[in-house]
């Protein structure tokens, strides 16, 4: 009876710690200000044609790309989204 106990309690430790892991394991990695800066400056770089955004077409007048659904639609990556 006590060795079943033993069991018992150990599976349930080994079943915490690992939850415990889990759980630590789900939390969002949050990057810095610089490195947001340099996301957003490899996102609005007009060197090359850019990467196509899909589902998007280009707005002449506002010289941004406009987000339509469609997804056969593609719009240069150099040109900032519509706001």
Known sequence: MK????KI???????FVSGINVFNAQKLAVLSDVAM???EA???DSEGSGIPWDGFVL???NSC???IGLWSAQCSGKYPGCK
């Open 65 to 67: 790309c406009k987000y």
């Open 3 to 6: 060795s079943k106990m033993i």
């Open 42 to 44: 490899l996102a609005t």
């Open 37 to 39: 800066e340099n996301v």
């Open 9 to 15: 309690a150990f599976v349930v430790a080994i079943a």
């Open 59 to 61: 707005d002449i007048q």
